[in-house]
C-alpha cells in the first residue's frame, strides 16, 4: 500500500488581540447630598444637645440646614435635614478633611429661669470657620451648660473671599423651651458657594456663604 500523506503543517496562530486601554478617569464633579439627622423629642437644649450631629463626608462642605418637626401621637419631635456639597473623582484635593474640631466658649445651657434648658443663650455661640468650610456642627450640653462643636474642611480655602456674601434667614418666633420653633429659620447657600459662618442671632440665623475652589 502507498504510504498514507502526511499531514498538513499547522497553520500559524494569530497574535493574540491588543488589550483596550483603560478608560479615561472619570472628570472631577460637584455634587449634591441631602442628609437628615434621627428624629428626637422637642424640646430645649437638654433635649436637643448631644442628639444632633450635622456632618458632611470627607471632601464634602455644608451648603444649608433646616429645623424640622412631627408629630407623633402627642408628642412633637424635631430634626435637622441638611445638605452638603461633594468634590467627585479629585483625590481629596478640594475640600479636603475635616480639621481637629472646634469647639466655641462654653455658656450656660438657657437662662436660670427656664431652669438652663434652653435656646435663649444660644446666640453667644458662633460657628466660624474664616475663608474655609464648615464640615459639621453640633450642640453639646452637659449639666447647665452648652457650646457649639464644629469642624472646619482641611482642603483650599475660598478663591474668592470678596464675593463671600453674609445672608440672613427668616425670622422666628423665638419660644426657648422648642426648638421646633427654629423651623422657619432655614440656612441655605446657592450653588456654587457653601457656608463658612453663622450664627443665631435671637430671631434668625446670620450665615455666610463663600465661592467653592474650582475643581481640577
Not at 53 to 65: E, M
Not at 104 to 133: M, Q, Y
Not at 146 to 154: F, G, H
Not at 180 to 198: D, E, H, Y
Request: proline share 13%; glycine share 6%; charged share 20%.
Amino acid at each position: 500500500m502507498p504510504p498514507s500523506p502526511s499531514p498538513p503543517p499547522p497553520s500559524p496562530s494569530s497574535p493574540p488581540p491588543s488589550p483596550s486601554p483603560p478608560p479615561p478617569p472619570p472628570k472631577p464633579k460637584f455634587e449634591e447630598k441631602s442628609s437628615t439627622t434621627p428624629f428626637a423629642p422637642d424640646g430645649g437644649s437638654v433635649e436637643y444637645g448631644n442628639v444632633h450631629r450635622v456632618a458632611c463626608a470627607n471632601n464634602s462642605a455644608l451648603v444649608g440646614f433646616e429645623f424640622q418637626s412631627t408629630v407623633e401621637g402627642e408628642e412633637t419631635k424635631v430634626r435637622n435635614a441638611y445638605a452638603c456639597v461633594e468634590a467627585l473623582f479629585d483625590q481629596g484635593a478640594t475640600f479636603g478633611h475635616a480639621t481637629l474640631a472646634n469647639e466655641t466658649e462654653h455658656g450656660p445651657s438657657g437662662s436660670k429661669s427656664l431652669e438652663r434648658n434652653a435656646l435663649d443663650t444660644l446666640s453667644e455661640h458662633e460657628v466660624d470657620c474664616a475663608d474655609r468650610f464648615v464640615t459639621s456642627w453640633n450642640l453639646k450640653q452637659w449639666s447647665k451648660s452648652i457650646s457649639i462643636e464644629y469642624a472646619c474642611a482641611s482642603g483650599k480655602p475660598t478663591p474668592k473671599p470678596d464675593a463671600c456674601v453674609t445672608s440672613e434667614s427668616a425670622k422666628v418666633e423665638l419660644d426657648a423651651s422648642k426648638v421646633s420653633s427654629l423651623a422657619p429659620a432655614k440656612v441655605s447657600c446657592t450653588k456654587g458657594s457653601a457656608l463658612t459662618r453663622f450664627r443665631f442671632t435671637g430671631d434668625a440665623f446670620e450665615f455666610t456663604c463663600c465661592p467653592t475652589p474650582a475643581l481640577e
